[in-house]
């Protein structure tokens, strides 16, 4: 009986927690402010962007309820499937239990078998349930990255009436640029530094936070506290500059198509592994395509 009971217990533990509810509230009718955009904007196309810039945050909410509708109903779909993986196999287990106290030689035996075999059996359809959960959210999770990717603030700013002003340097003070590379970028360093702190978190999919981190949550996350936004999927952070593996800085990041590391200087690099770790510099991984060496700052 003990057998059942443990794996009653862990089928319990695979249980999937509810997703929480999500209320981003309403939003105004952009539509509505199209009239005032055409006025304030007769000698542009700041108007007309505001309007297409509304227009698409209008859609991205529609898609947003949608995706956390499916989402949640995936969630629920599985709960309800171990729930009925749980009943089944007590239902099963009832007609075993007799031969555990039964004075047959060999009764007690068999049943613990019986009883082990079974529990087995149901607990891996459990994992694989789970797994299969997995797998249904992972496009979910992808496209609710991409709609988080998306930059409006980046369209309203290259129309004419939210542009922001452009300073002109005076002749006293030129402007003048470092080349890149020409020496490490204070970003950079600070990214990695960022990284190095959390060594020893987690590896958890999906991972954004310092409760735990993927490969790509990590280096975003460490560009952030740096002051640099970049994006959240490991094949989109090939920006800003690519370099060679002799011109690698504090704060290059070394792409994959599905994995990203920092390179932390002294031919060492720091990614989210299990947990976040620094390893030797590589440009292999798993067999996955190797996308180069890239520098945010540059």
């Known amino acids: 009986m003990r057998e059942i009971v443990d794996t009653l217990a862990r089928i319990a533990e695979l249980e999937p927690p509810e997703l929480p509810a999500i209320s981003l509230g309403p939003l105004p009718d952009f539509q509505a402010a199209r009239p005032l955009a055409d006025m304030i904007a007769q000698d542009s196309d700041g108007g007309a962007r505001l309007i297409e810039v509304a227009t698409a945050v209008t859609a991205d909410r529609g898609r947003i309820d949608d995706l956390v509708g499916t989402a949640s109903s995936l969630v629920g779909a599985a709960r309800e499937s171990l729930l009925d993986l749980a009943g089944e196999l007590v239902r099963q287990a009832l007609p075993l239990l007799p031969g555990l106290i039964s004075p047959v030689p060999g009764a007690r035996a068999a049943s613990i078998t019986q009883l082990t075999h079974l529990g087995q059996t149901f607990l891996q359809a459990a994992i694989d349930r789970i797994t299969g959960l997995t797998s249904e959210l992972e496009p979910l999770t992808a496209d609710l990255e991409q709609i988080s990717q998306t930059s409006h603030s980046e369209q309203l700013r290259a129309a004419d009436m939210t542009a922001p002003p452009q ?129 945010p700052t540059g």
């Open 167 to 295: 300073e002109t340097p005076t002749p006293e003070t030129p402007e003048t640029q470092d080349e890149p590379g020409d020496a490490p970028s204070g970003a950079g360093e600070a990214a990695v530094a960022a990284a190095l702190s959390v060594q020893g978190t987690p590896y958890v999919w999906g991972g954004t936070s310092t409760s735990g981190f993927d490969c790509s949550g990590l280096t975003q996350w460490a560009y952030r506290q740096a002051g640099v936004e970049i994006p959240r999927l490991a094949e989109d952070q090939t920006v800003g500059r690519q370099v060679s593996a002799d011109e690698l800085q504090p704060g290059d990041l070394a792409v994959w198509d599905g994995h990203v590391a920092m390179y932390a200087g002294d031919g060492k690099m720091v990614e989210a592994g299990d947990p976040v770790q620094t390893n030797p510099v590589r440009t292999s991984n798993m067999g996955m395509a190797f996308k180069g060496f890239w520098r």
